[in-house]
């Protein structure tokens, strides 16, 4: 049986590639801020995932966690993911996204001396490092640019990964762009268009109030994204970019939400306020996924509308079951 050990295992693309790996027969670790609090609630849902207390700030937790497990493949999803909140903690986000992935790679590169077999170390990345990147689409070649806090941490792990894969550890660092789902928290906007849709939709709000309209994101489905994490945990070692290679605008995303509750002249409904729009936001983010369709065989297999409506649905759900309690 193979063993993994995940970090981000509560967040929204840890708890599919815990669900995936479950599946396929691995035996399951988690690094969680407190075992104690999600145990029952993981117990129930995942009868053989192990919990284990620990931070990412803390050295002393990450090695409890990776020598207590020895694990066969370390998953690094752990980390502060909000763009607009790196602003408001640019340090604390360099410590958990940036630092603590030394720490891990260095204790992967010290097991694996230990035990001499093979060690798979696999970054959830991000589109972010490219910032207003020269090319589009982007690919693994695209120059590393970040322009925000969060994409500045997250460029320092993919430079480390890169420099531990070339030591010698099989470590991979996946370029995830922006992948969503009903796990999605509402601090993101594709969810806040969603349960705000849903919520207009049931009379329960009149408008949606969001930022600029025209920033363009290549959007995919989180379970494809957690599955392209595991498959490069199997693969040869590399960068690999993971992306639809299609890029909508937030107002596609708007449409196709209200689409999807049959609404079609949406407009009245949207109001803009300059405080949701960021100064330093990457205009044309898109990603090439060759690479990663050659090397791990990985497809997308949720098209743009599909995403927006099993959303939407989920939200209209939620809102009726509120209204039903
Ligand atoms: P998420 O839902 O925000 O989950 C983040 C996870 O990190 C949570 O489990 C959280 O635990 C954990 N965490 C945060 N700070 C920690 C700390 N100090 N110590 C230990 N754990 C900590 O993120 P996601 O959407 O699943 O994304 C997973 C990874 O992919 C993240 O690294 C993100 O930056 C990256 N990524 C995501 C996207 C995307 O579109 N979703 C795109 C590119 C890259 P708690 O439950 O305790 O808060």
């Known amino acids: 049986m193979k063993t993994a050990l995940i970090t981000g295992i509560t967040g929204q693309t840890g708890g599919y590639l815990c669900e995936q790996l479950v599946d396929a027969g691995w035996e399951v670790h988690g690094l969680v801020r407190d075992a104690d609090d999600l145990e029952s609630d993981f117990r129930g849902r995942f009868p053989g995932v192990t919990l284990h207390s620990g931070d990412l700030t803390s050295e002393a937790s990450l090695r409890n966690a990776v020598m207590g497990v020895r694990p066969g493949a370390i998953f690094n999803l752990g980390g502060l993911s909000s763009v607009s909140s790196s602003w408001k903690a640019p340090v604390l986000t360099g410590q958990v996204n940036g630092m603590a992935v030394g720490m891990l790679l260095e204790l992967a590169a010290e097991l694996r001396r230990e035990t001499g077999e093979r060690l798979s170390f696999v970054q959830a990345s991000s589109a972010e490092i490219f910032g207003v990147a020269s090319q589009v689409p982007q690919n693994e070649d695209t120059p590393v640019r970040p322009v925000n806090p969060y994409g500045a941490s997250k460029a ?39 349960r705000g849709v849903a919520r207009i939709s049931a009379g329960l709000d009149s408008t949606l109030t969001l ?115």
């Open 156 to 194: 320092y792990a993919h430079h480390l990964v890169g420099v531990y894969r070339r030591a010698g550890l099989s470590a991979s660092s996946c370029i995830l762009y922006n992948h969503e789902s009903p796990r999605r928290p509402e601090s993101f906007v594709t969810r806040k268009i969603t």
């Open 211 to 325: 930022g600029s309209l025209d920033v363009k994101r290549d959007w995919g489905w989180a379970p494809d994204y957690a599955r392209a994490l595991a498959l490069a945990a199997e693969a040869e070692a590399g960068d690999y970019v993971i992306a639809t290679g299609t890029a909508h605008t937030v107002r596609d995303f708007v449409s196709a939400a209200f689409g999807a509750v049959g609404i079609t002249d949406w407009e009245p409904f949207v109001e803009q306020d300059p405080a949701f729009m960021r100064a330093q936001d990457a205009p044309n983010q898109v990603g090439d996924a060759s690479r990663a369709r050659e090397v791990l065989g990985w497809e997308p297999s949720v098209e743009f509308d599909e995403l927006v409506r099993r959303m939407v649905d989920h939200d209209l759900e939620l809102v009726r079951a509120a209204s039903s309690n």
